[in-house]
């Protein structure tokens, strides 16, 4: 039985327990809450963008949608928690303190802009303090599968843009608002890591930060714009790892910029035409352009020696970043020819696309576990907070689930084994990423079995246990090796048990 | 390219002929006090280091700014966080470079290693040839024509990262600082700990700029320092905001490129460094050395010209003699250890001492209370880690603060115990001067003695902020970092609760809440417990240090006085029994000496306008 399937198991036992209690049945509103905690399970994962202020949090949102909804700026521009769901017909609607919501108007540009400052001159100032968050319906592709939130940034000059974002991440009653957070770091500060510590002790298993994917954000920055930068910011990015690694507070780190990515995705015909122009100046027209790209004020600025007038550079310097034009320029001197190698080459190099294979890894294809451990949390607060006479026999049941972190345990050694030395050999690396469930969680495929033998299960299973539990004991096993040892030794009782729930 | 040292406006030249002079009589009369007195001023006067130190939080491009200002790489800088020391670069015919490192076990000084300069590139916190021990900074000399003048940069190790988390750290380099370049660069606004570092910064060192660094980078720039702007206006700070690129200078420089420089806009730092820092519109130094000349100038003055009046006029011995006598006995008593500016400084300092103190606890205390009012309102473990920052945070920018407030008052303190000394002490000296010349003593120059009074005023900025490489900076970064991490401890967690039987459970966890509530806040108590502990320790150390340079200093000075009378009278003991032969040789070298003696204050006159009231 999956996690998933117990959870919804202990919902509808403990949903029939408030229904037949005579206090609850006048109380709909909490009827209605636990039926909210089960719609969530059927919903897409939550994925939290946090950071500092100014990290690019809401590029990178952009970015991971492949269109400019979130409204970005070169000073604070994110003010609000903005939830962007998946939707038929595009619609932002601002729910308020008391309750209330109201529909913002959505003015369409290049994308979508919902102007608060004008929303809030319509409908008086005051309303923006007494916003709690905006929804953002939209009907794009990416968002079928996850609902993304932007936050404002951490460490703002005005303490209560940071509150609301504390709120959603850390909230006091210790029920989480989201299911994982991709965190957004520039450098590696104390606040920072402080924050990650608590996200991480909420999100995912209470015993480690499963639910935290580490981005070294606005990447291209990082090397100051030069051809190589996405190089240092991996560098970088190694290194942000290891020390959060030491301090156990999330797993992998990856150099991204969102910048690049956004505009990969959003690449215009007309953009890159500008590009190749500028691309094919050789002799006097090459050094001109060498010139004009060492600073951005001189890219944009009038200058006849080149074939694209300022007002198109200034636009491309908008779309593209120092480091997105050097490198676009490189890439089609290198020899694409078309707009969509383009395209690709700058999203490869703006690290979205290992971004998204992380996330992949650690949060979709988790998404059910991830899903019923937050659902677990709620209940379990829910239930505290309304006693009835089952309260202790509901808590009995949901502990032992919330305590029970092997799975999670698997997929943070999984990787782990990918970076961390171990003393197995590469055939015993193998099995061992196979029996924790590194190809599928299914017996057969975490024993290896080919589907022509499926009566082999129980042998094979016990077979399992007793090599790891041998290689565990092995005297030459440093600590982590041994570490992943036990851990297999345990999916293998698993599976034994299983077999023997079976009964075969 | 503009260099600044062309501009600099401080005639050492000058002052130290001047001191050449006057040391020289002062050697004739046998008065070696002033001759070392001068000494010590021509050492200061010939040291011309004017300290700048680059500031600001982590890779905001300190380092880079440091070097393409100076073209050259004497500033370690990467990708990821480079600069892991201090580093020091002042002015040096060849390139070198030295560690300093901390004192072993047996307490010996800091000892200085030469490395070779090539090496500068390198993480040198581990340098084989610190030998294992802690390198507490790097000292580089560079032969660049800027830093002729006496420049030296400090460049810092960006603050706001796990190692060094607080801003305010750096404020302990600050007393000793001629300027402070604040570096934030231009990807996004000023965060709150750099507003608050600002803040503090000025307050200690008025002379600064912000430069807003990377400007080639970033197509919204000007959008970013005009808010930066109005966020400095918003706090009421007033300090220009210079935005600079640091890669444009770098190419200006490889391709000899006026229109690139200019666009880099470097000129304009080197404007700041000119006008502001290189032009000392309030040079310190070079008012207090003058004033050091003038008064030992006018102490040999008193004792040349007395002696010419005696010989010139033997009947006036007998009267000379006994106001000399009467006035040394009134300087003593005026000047001493039982005189008036010894009580101030000491009731002063005790006063200061409790005062920084109460001040420091009282701000403590708040930020207990605070927390732990925190503590009752939530799970601590759920929220330890916030509050654990939170709690870094504000102990942190109340220990600036403090520093920064008990520096004010120290300065204060030291004006008021200059008042008290000129006043009540060498005033009432010049009483006795005013009868003595009411009696017609002609004794003319007298009044000199009353002048080297104006020189103490000054004095006291000079004791507060003289203290050059004192320890107090390095102190301040070492103690900070040391109580970093209090966010990364964890009281024990609830979790271990699930153990239990369920029946148990729901009480227990009340019990346990409460008990790991008390925890929490016994480690918040002890965290301020310690940081005031040691804070305490070093700002009471501080001020008695302080409270040491003023006394002796303000007793040097009256024991100068009094031998100077001493001389005198000795003198005019003396010329009783010249012999009539001698006497014309002798009236001619006095004449020359006292000659010399006018130009030398005349000069020094010249150069201080506040002497010339």
């Known amino acids: 039985m999956s996690t998933s399937a117990r959870v919804r198991a202990i919902l509808g036992g403990v949903i029939s327990a408030y229904r037949s209690d005579p206090v609850y049945q006048h109380r709909p509103q909490a009827l209605a809450e636990l039926d909210w905690i089960g719609r969530r399970l059927d919903q897409p994962i939550r994925i939290a963008l946090a950071g500092t202020l100014k990290a690019g949090k809401s590029t990178l949102v952009n970015a991971l949608v492949g269109e400019e909804i979130a409204p970005t700026d070169a000073t604070e521009a994110t003010r609000l928690v903005t939830w962007f769901r998946h939707g038929t ?110 996200i991480g002790e909420l999100v995912g298993s209470g015993s480690g930060a499963l639910g935290v994917i580490g981005v070294a954000s606005r990447a291209d920055e990082i090397g100051a714009g030069r051809i190589d930068a996405m190089m240092s910011a991996r560098e970088v990015a190694t290194r942000f790892t290891a020390e959060l690694d030491r ?34 100046l050789d002799g006097d027209g090459a050094t001109a352009l060498t010139k004009a790209m060492l600073s951005a004020d001189r890219f944009a600025r009038q200058d006849d020696s080149l074939p694209v007038d300022a007002i198109t550079r200034a636009a491309l310097l908008d779309r593209f970043g120092m480091f997105g034009i050097r490198i676009a320029i490189a890439v089609l001197r290198a020899g694409v020819t078309d707009s969509q190698g383009l395209a690709d080459e700058l999203l490869d190099r703006s690290g979205l696309v290992a971004l998204r294979d992380v996330i992949d890894q650690q949060f979709a294809q988790r ?37 029970d972190t092997h799975a999670f345990e698997e997929l943070r050694l999984l990787g782990q084994l990918r970076s961390r030395p171990t003393t197995l050999n590469d ?70 048990a299983d077999y023997a729930a079976q009964g075969r | 390219m503009t260099q600044p040292n062309e501009a600099n406006p401080r005639p050492v030249a000058v002052i130290v002929e001047l001191i050449d002079h006057t040391s020289r009589i002062a050697g004739l009369n046998d008065r070696e006090d002033l001759a070392q007195r001068l000494l010590a001023a021509k050492t200061r006067i010939s040291d011309p280091q004017i300290r700048v130190v680059i500031a600001g939080q982590l890779k905001q491009g300190k380092s880079q700014l440091l070097n393409s200002l100076l073209n050259m790489p004497v500033a370690r800088v990467g990708d990821d966080e480079s600069t892991v020391l201090t580093t020091v670069v002042h002015y040096g015919d060849a390139a070198a470079a030295e560690l300093v490192l901390a004192p072993d076990q047996d307490g010996a000084d800091p000892s200085v290693v030469a490395i070779p300069p090539n090496q500068l590139s390198a993480d040198l916190r581990h340098a084989p040839q610190a030998q294992g021990r802690q390198v507490l900074r790097v000292e580089v000399a560079a032969p660049s024509p800027m830093l002729k003048g006496g420049l030296t940069f400090v460049d810092t190790p960006g603050v706001g990262g796990l190692g060094q988390p607080h801003l305010s750290a750096t404020l302990g380099l600050l ?29 200690i060192c008025p002379v600064a700029t912000i430069v807003a660094t990377k400007t080639d980078l970033y197509p919204h720039w000007r959008e970013i320092v005009a808010a930066n702007g109005a966020h400095l206006q918003r706090a009421r700070l007033n300090v ?11 190419h200006a420089l490889a391709l000899n490129d006026k229109e690139l420089n200019d ?64 006035k040394k006995e009134d300087a003593q008593n005026a000047l001493q250890q039982t005189a008036l500016w010894q009580q101030v400084l000491n009731d002063g300092i005790a006063d200061l001492t409790a005062d920084v103190d109460h001040d420091l606890r009282n701000r403590f205390r708040n930020i207990t209370a605070h927390t732990e009012r925190i503590i009752d309102g939530c799970d601590p473990t759920q929220h330890w880690a916030e509050i654990g920052a939170e709690l870094e945070n504000v102990v942190a920018t109340a220990v600036g603060d403090n520093f920064v407030w008990a520096h004010q008052r120290a300065e204060a303190l030291a004006a008021e115990v200059a008042r008290t000394f000129v006043e009540a002490g060498l005033d009432s000296v010049e009483l006795a001067e005013v009868r003595a010349r009411d009696m017609g003593a002609g004794l003319g120059e007298f009044n000199p003695v009353a002048r080297l009074e104006s020189e103490p005023i000054r004095a006291g900025h000079k004791v507060i902020t003289g203290m050059r490489g004192s320890y107090g900076g390095v102190l301040m970064f070492g103690m900070l970092t040391s109580f970093a991490g209090l966010g990364m401890f964890n009281p024990l967690s609830l979790g271990a609760g699930l153990v239990l039987g369920r029946k148990a459970y729901k ?45 002796d200093h303000y007793r040097g000075i009256a024991n100068q006085t009094t031998r100077s009378l001493n001389e005198s009278l000795q003198a005019t003991l003396a010329a009783a029994q010249i012999e009539a032969g001698e006497r014309d040789n002798r009236v001619r070298e006095l004449e020359r000496q006292l000659n010399i003696l006018r130009q030398v204050i005349d000069n020094a006159v010249k150069l201080t306008p506040a002497l010339a009231q």
């Open chain 2, 507 to 551: 009480e227990d966890m009340e019990n346990r809440m409460l008990r790991v509530r008390g925890e929490a806040k016994m480690n918040v108590r002890r965290f301020v417990d310690d940081v005031s502990f040691a804070v305490g320790k070093e700002s009471r150390d501080r001020l008695r240090n302080i409270q040491r340079h003023l006394r």
């Open chain 1, 89 to 198: 017909t595009p619609r932002v609607t601002a729910n308020h303190r008391d309750g209330r919501r109201t529909d913002v108007p959505i003015t369409r540009g290049d994308g979508l802009t919902f102007d608060l400052a004008r929303y809030s001159g319509a409908q008086g100032a005051a309303n923006v303090g007494d916003i709690v968050d905006l929804d953002v319906q939209w009907p794009a592709a990416e968002l079928e599968q996850t609902t993304i939130i932007d936050t404002p940034g951490t460490s703002s000059l005005s303490r209560d843009v940071s509150d609301r974002t504390l709120q959603l991440l850390v909230p006091r009653d210790g029920v989480p608002r989201v299911d994982a957070v991709v965190f957004l770091l520039r450098t590696l500060n104390a606040p920072d890591i402080a924050l990650l510590k608590q």
């Open chain 1, 367 to 403: 998404a059910d576990m991830l899903k019923a451990h937050t659902a677990l949390r709620s209940l379990r607060r829910f239930v505290e907070a309304n006693p009835i006479y089952a309260t202790p026999f509901i808590l009995a049941d949901i502990d032992p689930l919330l305590a």
């Open chain 1, 427 to 496: 055939d015993e690396m193998a099995s061992l990423r196979r029996i924790i469930g590194g190809s599928g969680t299914d017996a057969a495929s975490r024993l290896g079995l080919s589907n022509d033998a499926p009566y082999d299960g129980p042998r094979a299973a016990f077979a399992a246990v007793q090599r790891w539990r041998r290689r565990a004991e092995h005297p030459l096993n440093d600590p982590f090796t041994a570490r992943a040892c036990r851990a297999a030794v345990r999916s293998a009782e698993a599976l034994v």
């Open chain 2, 240 to 250: 220009p905001v210079v935005p600079v690129s640091s890669a444009l200078r770098t």
């Open chain 2, 263 to 326: 666009e880099s806009n470097f000129p304009a730092i080197i404007k700041f460094l000119t006008d502001k820092v290189l032009s000392r519109e309030n040079d310190r130094i070079k008012d207090q050395v003058v004033t050091e000349i003038h008064a030992a100038a006018e102490h040999l003055t008193l004792a040349v010209s007395t002696e010419l009046a005696a010989i010139n006029d033997p009947e006036k011995i007998e009267r000379i003699k006994a106001e000399l006598e009467q």
């Open chain 2, 175 to 203: 007393p000793d600082a001629d300027a402070l370049l604040m570096v934030s660069d231009t990807s996004q606004e000023f965060t709150e700990p750099e507003l608050t570092f600002i803040r503090q910064a000025l307050e």
């Open chain 1, 247 to 280: 301090t156990g507070v999330c797993q992998a780190v990856v150099p991204v910029s969102g910048l690049l990515a956004l505009t990969a995705r959003t690449l215009q015909q007309s953009e890159f035409t500008a590009l190749q122009k500028l691309a094919a």
